[in-house]
């Protein structure tokens, strides 16, 4: 099997199987927990968990915009945390995370 181009999930997209697998509440596509962003409750809406360490029920999402517009749109953080979740909220607080770190990435480190 040949791997994709980060070297993570094959090219067809299934889970290489070398770690921990994770459903994305947007897309519900599987891919190892690594290439996955975490979110857990804060309040009436979700706080990132960029370490993966953060105590409580998690879910898993792609770092992407369009996965993030459809777990907003099915209301996929309130019913995988198990607890009541404002969706645009929860939407608006990964925006803002995946936007700050395209921002810090297009620095290059030099900063």
């Given at each position: ?19 921990p697998v ?24 979700v706080l ?54 395209i921002a ?8």
């Open positions: 099997m040949t791997e994709g181009p980060a070297g993570g999930a094959p090219a067809g997209g299934a889970p290489t199987g070398a770690g994770r459903t994305c509440v947007g897309c519900r596509r599987r891919d190892d927990q690594a290439a996955l962003l975490r979110v857990v409750a804060g309040g009436t809406s990132v968990d960029a370490r993966h360490r953060s105590p409580g029920r998690g879910a898993y999402l792609h770092p992407e915009p369009a996965c993030v517009a459809a777990a907003v749109k099915r209301r996929a953080f309130a019913r995988a945390l198990r607890c009541p979740v404002d969706a645009a909220a929860a939407g608006s607080v990964v925006a803002a995370h995946l936007d700050a770190g810090l990435g297009r620095r290059g480190g030099t900063g």
